[in-house]
């Protein structure tokens, strides 16, 4: 093997992983991006919703709302709290995932569109060793990406958590509701409100119907090399 030739061959890898690189760096960053974002959009719901757990924390017992109960209702929307939590993180997660890896591809795919027109022109026989690293490296990238996408289920995955997030709340803001009106709220037929332990049953209903984790990754969109060889037929 001539010097040239092993020259040649090591410029193709160099520019091969630079590319690699470049494109995992991109999406690294822009994930960032999309975290810092999501923190930003996010800021105010949050603060809402820490000034509500104050006042939850700080309420005085009453009459009607004992040390007891109160301590009871407080116990309730802590733990709701934390499974809110979960389905944040996991949200936010996804999005910036999702958000990262769409840009990314389309990137990818503008520039791999214009080396298919190259392609197409010529023939890829008629190009250098060094334009067929650098397609089959893109093309390797857009195929990861895009895979990528469907494999984490990102817009399932968000929807779902963003649904249990929504709805959690819905639930802590009635236990805000209960305890600052000391106990009035109306039953569902709307003529005389719910006693203690009918809105507690009721809150832990509202908990355990949204009770569940959210996070399904997928392959079911992902053809087997056989599939691939049968439709090619």
Do not use: W
Request: glycine content about 4%.
């Amino acid at each position: 093997m001539s010097l040239r030739t092993t020259y040649l061959r090591h410029k193709n890898i160099f520019f091969c992983v630079f590319i690699v690189l470049i494109s995992f760096a991109a999406f690294y960053l822009l994930k960032h991006v999309g975290d810092t974002e999501a923190d930003n959009s996010l800021s105010n719901y949050l603060i809402a919703d820490s000034k509500i757990e104050k006042t939850i924390n700080e309420f005085k017992p009453s009459k009607v709302l004992g040390k007891k109960r109160l301590h009871l209702l407080q116990n309730q929307y802590e733990i709701i709290k934390y499974k809110k939590a979960g389905h944040l993180s996991i949200t936010k997660m996804m999005n910036a995932y999702y958000f990262a890896a769409s840009i990314v591809l389309l990137v990818l795919s503008v520039i791999l569109g214009v080396l298919f027109i190259q392609v197409a022109n010529t023939g890829i026989k008629e190009k250098t060793p060094l334009f067929i690293s650098i397609f089959f490296t893109f093309l390797s990238l857009v195929t990861f990406f895009g895979l990528l996408i469907q494999v984490l289920n990102h817009k399932e995955n968000i929807n779902q958590n963003k649904k249990a997030f929504l709805n959690y709340s819905s639930v802590q803001l009635r236990i805000y509701n209960y305890i600052i009106t000391d106990g009035k709220e109306l039953s569902a037929k709307r003529k005389d409100t719910l006693n203690f332990n009918q809105f507690v049953t009721s809150i832990n209903r509202g908990i355990n119907k949204t009770n569940t984790i959210a996070f399904e990754i997928t392959h079911e969109n992902i053809k087997s090399p056989n599939d691939i060889i049968d439709y090619e037929k």
